[in-house]
């Protein structure tokens, strides 16, 4: 009797403490009811037809961009450099030795009023074969138009953009990451960096054909429906993911979640994000939760036609009218 008492009270006391972490690590302003059809406006139709051939010129205009086999693509370099300077902006080219090879950050900024800047970075290289159409050129042509929308708007912020290179394997979670190096730079600089926003997989939002999955207990804090967008932080970041999701809340209609947990719990660990963390800068993750929404992420199977592109470009919508509120407009 005593030991079946203490093995109730064993239970009890784990489930008290795995339903407080799931309370502590996802309980910030929620946005919007998963499940809900995204409305069909013009702005977003022209907007989804841009993204779409944002991604099929990456993935079958350009092809192969694995930085492991070949270096950057300069065809994708010139891409996105013309695409920034079709913004208004001026970018800046930064090589960086990794690997014996030389790879190629690219950097534009808006100034603001202040010194003070936002950072949003993606990379833009592929991981091995696959055309990566979620796992890096989402977040690419994501910037691309989000610099579009804010290039004509003065903000308090300093609005800087960073398409970073080696982000995938065999880089990802190493000293030769893009997003490392650039960190480091930063830090060397002593760059205000006040807040960096990464995206990493922002392409799948679909209200009708995107089951969602989280390890439990986890799993049972979020919608099943994969039409959000995720706020991640490791632990320490809980204030910036809070303060990122209130300003999402304020700015878009799109479904938003938080959850700030350790990197290796969430399957973000070694990412863009946590580069910038480790150099001592407050960084999240902006995602559609890349595997635990579409299981070929990263796969041959990763491709641009999969994609539902008024989810995606309401997602890109919403972010780029989160910038300009974050950054004080």
């Not at 779409?52 to 070949?70: F, K, M, N, S, Y």
């Not at 991981?127 to 708007?153: F, N």
């Not at 470009?313 to 919403?318: C, I, L, N, P």
Request: glycine letters at 10%; hydrophobic letters at 40%; aromatic letters at 10%.
């Amino acid at each position: 009797m005593k030991s079946r008492t203490k093995f109730l009270l064993t239970l009890i006391t784990f489930a008290g403490l795995g339903g407080g972490a799931v309370v502590h690590t996802t309980s910030f302003p929620k946005r919007g009811v998963p499940g809900t059809p995204v409305e069909m406006t013009p702005q977003r139709e022209l907007l989804a037809e841009a993204l779409r051939e944002h991604l099929r010129h990456q993935t079958v205009g350009i092809g192969q961009r694995q930085a492991a086999r070949d270096g950057a693509s300069w065809a994708l370099i010139d891409f996105i450099t013309s695409e920034c300077q079709n913004a208004g902006f001026e970018p800046e080219v930064l090589d960086y030795s990794a690997d014996g090879r030389i790879h190629q950050n690219i950097i534009a900024e808006k100034p603001g009023r202040t010194s003070d800047i936002l950072l949003i970075g993606a990379h833009y290289d592929a991981y091995g074969r696959s055309p990566s159409a979620a796992a890096s050129a989402s977040g690419t042509a994501a910037l691309i138009e989000v610099m579009k929308r804010v290039s004509d708007t003065p903000t308090d912020r300093t609005l800087r953009f960073a398409f970073f290179s080696t982000g995938e394997a065999p880089y990802r979670g190493t000293e030769d990451m893009g997003s490392r190096h650039y960190a480091k730079l930063c830090k060397e600089r002593n760059d205000p960096l006040r807040e960096v926003l990464i995206l990493d997989s922002f392409a799948h939002f679909s209200s009708q054909a995107a089951p969602q999955n989280f390890y439990f207990p986890w799993s049972l804090a979020f919608p099943k429906t994969g039409d959000f967008v995720a706020v991640v932080g490791d632990i320490g970041q809980r204030s910036l993911v809070e303060q990122t999701l209130a300003a999402w809340s304020r700015a878009s209609d799109v479904p938003a979640r938080g959850l700030a947990i350790a990197s290796w719990l969430a399957r973000i660990r070694g990412g863009d994000q946590d580069a910038f963390a480790a150099e001592g800068f407050r960084a999240v993750l902006l995602t559609d939760t890349g595997v635990n929404r579409f299981e070929d992420i990263r796969s041959r199977s990763d491709t641009f036609d999969r994609i539902d592109y008024l989810g995606y470009a309401a997602a890109v919508e919403g972010l780029g009218a989160m910038v300009l509120e974050l950054a004080g407009r």
